[in-house]
């Protein structure tokens, strides 16, 4: 039976390399509304086989309209991790599942800072196949030293809280430091290791905001794209892929220490002449409010955007078939490619006027 499927955030940075690559991952038959905010977006996503959706994704009402009038019974929501009007869409889809027999799932993208120090998420190893996730994220907003973080917890347990009650399958979807040039229409840089280039431009030097050598999971974009399919594989062909409370995925082949990725940087920076020293070191106050100005951010939030320790394990996505291409030392690899891809973004910007402050969407 075909399915129909609800993809948000297709102009982003990962909504579009999925979309790129779902075109070619020979799925059981499916067809892909995804929304839209343009007209130019409208025909951008209809060379990928997608129909294109124009709502207000704020209008809940709108929202559930649609899945219910489209039959829509699988959602992909790549669009904001802190969206708390999710019941309303878990709600349209079990009425879906009323009027069609059908299973229903939706899928929540919300970030591995979710998971991290940040967020008052355990600081020793744990894995996305834990069964205590669950009771971890809900005691998270007590513990979390980041109001946002805490909310964003609140946010993954209100998405699994909602779908078990009605009846519908959750998942939630964890990107970590995700880099690698993007293939969708839009967005084709990351916005975690631009972060990194913005601060360090701002202040010529690469800092560290850390004590210490914390790690964090890593994920070319391609392969973060793949564990999406191989998600979206198993409920197309009905297995059992572990879902609510066993339903978070990470996507990443392995952890690198915040230190390697900055000094990578910091090489790259100074061969281009952006950096007066490729050295790292450690960020005093002043530096913190030289790289928030650059980013755009108060000092004190600066750290949330380029540090912090996130201990969480990829498990769950090989449990359903996913390989990862990259491992995770390709991250250094690749920093020269990548340091290259996020200038040349910075510069179009500027040359072709784009406001400052404005927001990359992941």
Known sequence: MS???LLTGASGYLGGTFLELLKDAGLPAHKIYATVRSDTQAEAVKQYNASPLSLDLSNTDAVSAAIIDNNISIVYHLHNPLDTGVPAWIKALATVKQQTGQDVHFLLTTGAKIFSSHAGAPTEPFSDTDPALLSIQQSQPEKSPIDAM????QCNSLVIETANALGVKSYIF??????GRGLGFGNKISIQTVAVVKA????????KVDEGRPTWPVCHVLDNSTLYIEILRGILEGRDIGSGASGYFLASPGSVAWDDIYAAVGKALKKRGKVDDEAVVKADRAALEKMGEGLECPADFVPLQLGGLCTLTAEHGKRIGWTPRYKAEHILEDADAEVGLILEYLENARSYGIPKGTKLKQ
């Open 200 to 207: 360090a431009v701002a202040t010529r030097r690469v800092y």
């Open 174 to 179: 964890a990107p970590c430091i995700v880099y």
């Open 150 to 153: 805490g909310v964003a917890a």
């Open 3 to 5: 399915r129909n499927i």
